[in-house]
């Protein structure tokens, strides 16, 4: 009867143990599909915009199936660190090779003298379109002080006296003088505001705001999906 009572009591022991262990399997399977339904709803909430690129400055293929915009400052630093370690990586892998085209939009809110570089920027533009990208890179790489106000007309003006001589640097003095711009660029800020960009850089891909900006290996990732797509 012992030995009975003994058999009898592992059995109930093992069968508890199993049925213990299948409700832990489906806790886990539970548990998991939970995981994933958050994980693929947090995917599905990136809102996808439609951002026209009409009167904005553009550089790459016009028919490029990956359409990257940069929403920047011409007085932020961390701007000048997208330009000068993530957009030449771009520009090289993608933008050269047709892959993307690639557009800037002013989001100048640094200070009064981030509008006078972003009034900069659209004189350029409305003169030579193609001839911004090199006030892009000048810009940057003469960049002052955040905390100091150094872009103002004449330091600009003289930017692009030296290095964009296919511009006429003395009709950009003249469009400071009388604002020109200034109404585009604050039309960008607002754009900015339409679609809840709260700092610079900020990149969209195909219509997807990014996590980070400066997360090159992020954007190749985005990217690359987007062309599979294709």
Known sequence: MANKHKKKSVSDRMGMITMVT???????????????SITQSGEQAKEKVN???DGQPTVGDPNAPIKLVEFGDFKCPTCKMFHDEIYPLLKKEYIDTGKVQMAFINYQFLG????TAGIAGESVYKQ????FWKFYDAIYKNQGQETETWATPEFLTELVKKNIPEVNADQVSKDFKSKAYEKDVLADNQLAHTY???????????????DN?????????AIDAELKKK
Do not use: H, R
């Open 22 to 36: 299948v409700l832990l399997v489906f806790l886990g399977l539970g548990i998991f599909a939970v995981i994933q």
């Open 51 to 53: 951002i026209k690129l």
């Open 112 to 115: 009064a003298d981030s509008v």
């Open 128 to 131: 030579n379109p193609e001839a």
């Open 196 to 210: 809840k960009v709260d700092g610079v850089p900020t990149v969209f891909i195909n219509g997807v705001m990014m």
């Open 213 to 221: 900006a400066m997360d090159y290996a992020a954007l190749k990732k």
